[in-house]
């Protein structure tokens, strides 16, 4: 070895390197090819990765030139071009019962004048969403406040659950029983939430009617609480994590200088993790506003502007699920959706990165080598 | 924690008890529910059987084909995809840790978009943009129509949906493996290639099958972003070619429950189906928790 100091350096050198950086390209003994194949490897993987993050900007580009008229985004004019029976078709199914209403549209769009008509975005400012109405009116207060109202409902509901659930299993549970808990909440996680719109329509349903006597059958009351359910698991499994994450020494100092255990829990537990709950909290706001299949089973999907609890109520996300199938490419209803989109990818966004933002805060507080 | 519970605690302990069997006993009901709603007609013939009499009558069975075939083009580009970034990630960014903070919160971002966002962007991306013009190039008249919804571009769109979990699934069981065991093996000269290949990929094998089989029960139930992509309300047949509509167990629970012709004859493929669809996330879901154990366990410390 001592013919060779510095192969042995570079070897210890790579050795002692807490994570290894880059391809070790230099070492005397690797054939051109195989460095080259080792460069082709890295270069794929990171192709891969910034694939994967240019995503995010494909999807909002892509959902924001769709509120463009025609005229301004050339590439798929020229598809409906070539098929001229393109441009009417509908997507989605017809047979879904909309079918005559989508048949009403085609004519109607026929007989438009297709350069007289522009969506624009101050169109979305108004107390009215009624598409078919002559003219259409596109206003997304009504449902901005259905979307609140159900998050909100959802939240009131799953929060306190999903918190107490995690302080259970943190701090009074035994360890057996802890370690049982929380993968049946992640199995709660995986119930699809079709399946849960479905339960809520046909048993939800009927026993809250007959529990609180309402007018409507199906409303913003009875969706916010199914829409809880798929809440619950997100708020149970950060605030968990937040619990677990308050240093052992701090839970066991309190307890030895006599405090019980909902003490410390209520003085010293929950204020340490407040930082990760109120993450786990926004999570669930960002996963409420953004469900879609259980608020369309069972909101009632009425767009009327009203506060009452127990009134039909009509999400952002339900609307795009019921109207994209009975609309035209092209037409001023078909932008008006896609603005929709765009505004409820930018909430859900807000409240995701807003978590994600605390979350890191939290983590970045705790104190190392402490957690479990 | 270890002490003794007080008296005064009973309270709390009590009180977040039940709201712990309230939220565990959620998922019993929900088995039980559907169980009880959909025995009836649970049956061979409900799953080898197409729907019959208008979809009142009959199975599911081109809905189960349509699942299993969505979630396969869906994993055939989600999980290579994922695995790769997540291998990028870990293995070859160490000297640039704020490229990988950027890189995880882009894709934490990405897992917040809602499913139906991706529903939107399938449409106008996969389906009017690259089929649209997949179809000027190749004239319409000939060969398949790219253009329209069908199983590619679903599978696409669910694949968006799915790449954060296995991304950051995948990581997660790159972090287990323990740094040592990579410098040990570049200390017998192994090369990074020669390391990842032959030292870290077999044990992080099971974290990437763990991270296929979450992102294909994630799949599975989803229903938003395949219903403007490719799922259809009713196709007999079993689709033969990427460019066929498909059948699919939850958007069919979905047009059952709420366009059905005949509310209450369905009740029972409405119960059987939702019960299927369970039993399917439910089994993946729960060999995924258990896989993941006991890569968690067998971490080296």
Redesign the interface.
């Known amino acids: 070895m001592a013919d060779h100091p510095s192969t042995h350096d570079t ?1 210890a050198k ?2 002692s ?8 390209a230099h ?1 005397a ?2 054939s051109g090819l ?2 080259a ?2 460069r082709l ?2 270069l ?3 192709a ?2 910034w ?3 240019a ?2 900007l ?2 909002f580009s ?2 924001v ?2 509120t463009l008229t025609a005229e301004e985004s050339p ?2 004019l ?3 071009l ?2 001229p029976d ?1 441009q009417l ?1 509908s ?3 017809d ?3 909309a079918g005559a209403r989508a048949l009403a549209t085609r004519e109607a769009a026929r007989s438009r004048d297709p350069q007289g008509e522009a969506f624009s975005w101050g169109d979305l400012a108004g107390p009215i969403w009624d598409p078919v109405r002559q003219p259409p009116h596109f206003g997304l207060l009504p449902l901005i406040v259905g979307s609140a109202k159900i998050a909100g409902i959802a939240l009131a509901v799953g929060a ?3 918190i ?2 995690a ?7 035994p360890r057996r029983m802890g370690e049982l ?1 929380k ?6 996680a ?10 809520g ?3 939800l349903a009927p026993f809250l009617q007959n529990l609180l006597g309402y007018q409507f059958r199906l409303n913003g009351f009875l969706a916010g609480v199914a829409v809880a ?1 798929a809440v ?1 698991p997100i708020v ?1 499994t950060t605030a968990e994590d937040a619990l677990w994450g308050v240093p052992g020494h701090l ?1 066991e100092g309190s ?1 030895a200088l006599g405090a ?3 003490q ?2 209520r003085r010293m537990l929950l204020p340490a993790a407040a930082q990760g709950i109120v993450a786990g909290v926004m ?1 669930g706001l ?1 996963k409420a ?5 259980i608020v ?2 069972i909101s009632g999907n009425a767009p009327v502007l009203s506060l009452g609890l127990f009134a039909p109520a009509r999400t952002m ?1 339900a609307t ?2 019921t109207e ?2 009975t609309v035209l ?1 092209g037409e001023v209803h078909y932008h008006a ?2 603005a929709l ?1 765009t505004v ?2 930018v909430f ?2 807000a ?3 807003g978590g ?1 933002i605390a979350l890191g805060r939290a983590r970045g507080g705790k104190v190392q080598g402490e957690h479990r | ?1 270890r ?1 003794r ?2 008296p ?2 009973w309270p ?2 009590i ?3 039940v ?2 069997a ?3 006993s ?2 019993l009901v ?1 088995l039980v ?2 169980l009880k ?1 959909g025995w009836g007609t649970l049956s061979l013939e409900f799953l080898i059987a197409a729907p019959k009499n208008g979809m009142t009558a009959g199975g599911v069975f081109p809905a189960i084909v349509g699942t299993v075939l969505l979630v396969l083009v869906m994993s055939l580009a989600a999980v ?3 695995t ?2 997540a ?3 870990h ?2 960014t ?2 640039r840790p704020r490229r990988v903070e ?2 995880r ?17 399938g ?3 996969f ?3 690259l089929g ?2 997949l ?2 190039l190749g004239g ?1 008249e000939q060969g398949p129509r790219w ?3 069908n199983l590619l571009w679903a599978g696409m769109t669910m694949a ?1 949906l799915t ?1 954060p979990v296995v ?1 950051v699934t995948v990581e997660e069981s790159l972090r287990a493996v323990p ?1 040592e065991v ?2 040990a093996s ?2 017998l ?1 192994a ?3 020669a390391t990842l290949r032959s030292v870290v990929l077999p044990q992080a094998l099971p974290g990437i099958l763990t991270a296929a089989i979450l992102a294909v ?2 799949g ?5 972003p395949i ?2 992509t490719g799922a ?3 196709v007999p047949e079993i689709p033969g070619a990427l460019t066929d509509q498909f059948m699919e167990l ?2 069919h ?3 059952m ?3 059905s012709t005949d509310v209450q004859a369905t ?1 029972g493929i ?2 059987a189906t ?1 019960f299927l ?2 039993v399917l ?2 089994a ?3 060999s995924a ?1 258990l896989l993941r ?1 006991r890569v968690r366990a067998r971490r080296w410390s």
């Open positions: 070897v790579e050795i390197r807490p994570v290894p950086a880059a391809p070790c070492l003994w690797r195989r460095s194949v080792e490897v890295e794929g993987l990171r891969s990765a694939l994967s993050g995503l995010i494909l999807v892509f959902v030139s769709e590439a798929p020229q598809a409906d070539a098929a393109h078709q997507y989605g199914a047979a879904l019962g306190p659950l999903g107490s659930a302080i259970f299993t943190v701090v009074f549970a808990i993968p049946l909440v992640e199995l709660l995986g119930v699809p939430t079709v399946v849960v719109g479905f339960l329509l046909v048993v359910v619950i149970y839970r307890l019980s255990r909902w410390t829990t999570l960002g506003i953004g469900e879609t299949m369309l089973i996300s795009l699920a994209m199938g490419r959706l896609y989109a409820l990818f859900a966004l409240f995701n990165i994600g | 924690m002490s519970v007080f005064r605690d709390a302990a009180l977040t008890g709201a712990t309230a939220t565990v959620m998922l929900v529910l559907l709603g290579p995809l994922g790769a970034t291998f990028y990630l293995e070859y160490g000297a950027m890189f919160f882009v894709i934490r971002a990405l897992a917040g978009i809602p499913a139906i966002v991706f529903g939107l962007f449409l106008a991306f389906v009017n943009f649209g013009n179809d000027v319409v253009g329209q919804p968006l790449l991304i740094q990579r410098e570049f200390a000269g090369s990074k290639l029960s994630r599975a139930g989803e229903v938003a219903m403007f259809a309300y009713y939850g958007y629970l979905y047009v429950a709420t366009q009740a409405q119960h939702a669809l369970l996330t439910g993946l879901n729960l928790v154990a």
